[in-house]
């Protein structure tokens, strides 16, 4: 069992990771060390500092499941205080969803859920896994299960310089589109540096080490390749060197799907996405990405632009210095 709550930090005797995510720490040779580390990094409730971490936050990306299974990243706003922690196990988040946002279906008490916060200006991030407790009028409880940081890699600093952008005049596809993503979406995917990918195991109500998990992508714009396959469009993203949890991708290993949510920080619009997922272990066209160990790809299944939906205007990247020398070659 996990340890409580007034323990160490920790998953105790159990495994803080899955069978997929354990295939792939077998596959690399990490398998003792990261069940050592995992240990060390994995807890069932969060810390003090991560609870202050939340309450500070201007956004929050949260990971969830549809009716079918598919996985979906969203993105909700709202003043710095909208998130609250008041206790190690309990993330209690003031706003609900864009009328327009998968989310809006896929909150109901009981469902697993992911919830990333992060804050670009210091690159911090820290994640929380678990079920939603309750949903009302105003918001919702996420009954924290897990919960650990990450580094600050591949993080684009920004920071917030005035309130919500003004409504464009432009018209958009209004509510679920279909598998190829039009000249609107596509615009989105060639501008995005910053991305959100939403994943899930095998048995995400089970709870412990599986559940739903949201986590970062960035690169440089460019960094997301779209192609036409015909009757779906296909999206291709690095994966960089990280911290060898492979959450994501132990997700993918044994539920091969997954959620992305590009970010126009320009315009404030999203782009959000599922479909089913791949990963690019050892192939050839590894290399046609610098920098990259490995890409994932994504066959979209649908999708939708949510348009004017950040809560604020925000300043040009500064672009993390790990992305030199990466890109499409």
């Known amino acids: 069992m996990a340890a409580p709550h007034d323990a160490p930090p920790g998953m105790g005797d159990e495994s803080p990771f899955h069978a997929g995510e354990r295939a792939i720490h077998e596959r690399l040779g990490i398998a003792a060390r990261m069940q050592r580390g995992g240990r060390r990094m994995i807890s069932d409730f969060m810390s003090d500092e991560h609870r202050e971490f939340f ?8 990971g969830s499941l549809d009716a079918a299974g598919r996985p979906w ?6 003043p710095p205080g909208f998130v609250s922690a008041p206790t190690p196990h309990s993330l209690m988040v003031a706003r609900l969803p864009d009328a327009r946002d998968p989310l809006v279906a896929n909150l109901r008490a009981g469902a697993p859920l992911a919830a990333l916060g992060i804050e670009l200006e210091t690159r911090r991030r820290n994640r929380a896994n678990g079920h ?7 918001g919702f409880e996420l009954r924290v299960e897990q919960s650990f940081g990450n580094c600050k890699q591949y993080i684009q600093s920004r920071t917030v310089t005035g309130p919500k952008p003004v409504v464009r005049g432009d018209t958009f596809p209004q509510g679920r589109q279909g598998a190829r993503l039009g000249s609107s979406a596509l615009e989105i995917v060639a ?24 986590s970062h992508r960035g690169g440089r714009p460019g960094f997301l390749r779209a192609s036409d396959e015909g009757s779906h469009t296909r999206l291709t993203l690095p994966d960089f060197y990280g911290n060898f949890m492979f959450n994501s991708f132990g997700n993918i290993e044994v539920n091969p799907r997954a959620g992305l949510l ?12 599922t479909g ?12 046609e990405y610098s ?15 949510l348009t004017n939906a950040l809560g604020e205007r925000w300043s040009a990247p500064e672009f993390s210095a790990q992305l030199d020398g990466t890109g499409w070659k």
């Open 73 to 78: 990243a969203s993105w909700l706003s709202g």
């Open 55 to 62: 309450e500070q936050l201007p956004f929050l990306l949260v």
């Open 262 to 273: 590009m970010v126009d920080f320009e315009s404030g619009d999203l782009l959000s996405l």
């Open 291 to 305: 920098g990259a160990e490995r890409l994932l790809e994504i066959d979209v299944d649908e999708h939708v632009i």
């Open 132 to 138: 939603v407790a309750w949903v009302g009028d105003r």
């Open 276 to 287: 089913a997922a791949r990963v690019l272990w050892d192939e050839p066209r590894v290399s």
């Open 191 to 214: 501008r995005a540096d910053t991305a959100f990918l939403a994943t899930a195991s095998a048995a995400p109500p089970r709870g412990g080490s599986e559940g739903v998990d949201v």
